[in-house]
């Protein structure tokens, strides 16, 4: 399998206020649980009821992080003392090296001079798990293997690809895309014609994402399928054709 990874890359807006700093105006909830950085929020909705439509109900362990909540969770987690963690993580904070405690994974350093720091600092990672049969668990593979494929579509990644890595965290996802800070994230515009079977191009590939159907942009007949069987879930006329009202409903 391959692990999809991009490091982050942090708007002008976001560092003039630093990490773990960023004010309340420009965060907002996501349907899983939690507050992202507002543009970061509205697309990973986009996701999550991609993910919901091909059969996964993700839910937030782990959202924006204040300078305080990381400074408190990285005091949890590390120790002055090897306490025999393998591998061994360690962390530069306070002029000092600290180690992970077994039974942790492994998070930032603080920065309270707010330059760097964790992502989540940043409202632009967040941290999932899964709802199955109404209990939180962690993702299962399938659900994991699903992320995998169509997560960058939103441009969603691993903070490493690298499985053997101490880094690698199947539950971290973060924002790789870049961000105009000055334009606002909206759902897409509808493109003013119907799209059928035979269409390609974006506007196929930002379709088959909510409805589950495989995004290669081609609008065959098993995105027909899917979009009938999307229609039909939700009261529509489920004819396979996205005219505007089925547009509307896709990206409400």
């Not at 691993?158 to 000055?182: A, I, K, N, V």
Request: glycine fraction near 10%; charge should be positive.
């Amino acid at each position: 399998m391959t692990y999809p990874a991009r490091s982050v890359t942090v708007p002008a807006a976001l560092r003039a206020h630093g990490n773990g700093r960023l004010p309340d105006s420009m965060l907002s909830k996501i349907r899983a649980g939690g507050r992202l950085y507002t543009p970061v929020a509205a697309i990973f909705d986009r996701l999550d009821a991609a993910a919901l439509a091909a059969g996964y109900q993700l839910q937030t362990v782990g959202d924006y992080r204040s300078l305080d909540a990381q400074i408190a969770l990285f005091r949890r987690r590390y120790d002055l003392n090897d306490l025999g963690r393998i591998p061994r993580v360690t962390r530069q904070y306070e002029g000092r090296t600290w180690y992970l405690r077994p039974g942790h994974a492994p998070s930032a350093a603080p920065d309270p001079s707010g330059r760097r720091g964790s992502n989540h600092g940043w409202g632009m990672a967040v941290d999932i798990g899964q709802r199955v049969d109404g209990k939180l668990v962690a993702l299962t593979d399938s659900c994991f293997s699903w992320l995998c494929a169509n997560a960058p579509t939103f441009e969603f990644y691993l903070q490493t690809g690298d499985p053997r890595s101490p880094e690698f965290e199947r539950w971290h996802w973060q924002y790789g895309g870049l961000l105009d800070e000055r334009t606002p994230i909206s759902s897409p515009h509808y493109p003013g014609t119907a799209i059928r079977l035979g269409a390609r191009g974006a506007a196929v590939r930002q379709i088959q994402a909510v409805v589950g159907a495989v995004i290669d942009g081609s609008y065959g007949p098993r995105t027909e399928d899917a979009v009938k069987r999307w229609q039909a879930s939700r009261g529509l006329v489920a004819d396979g054709i996205v005219g505007p009202i089925t547009w509307a409903a896709l990206f409400a």
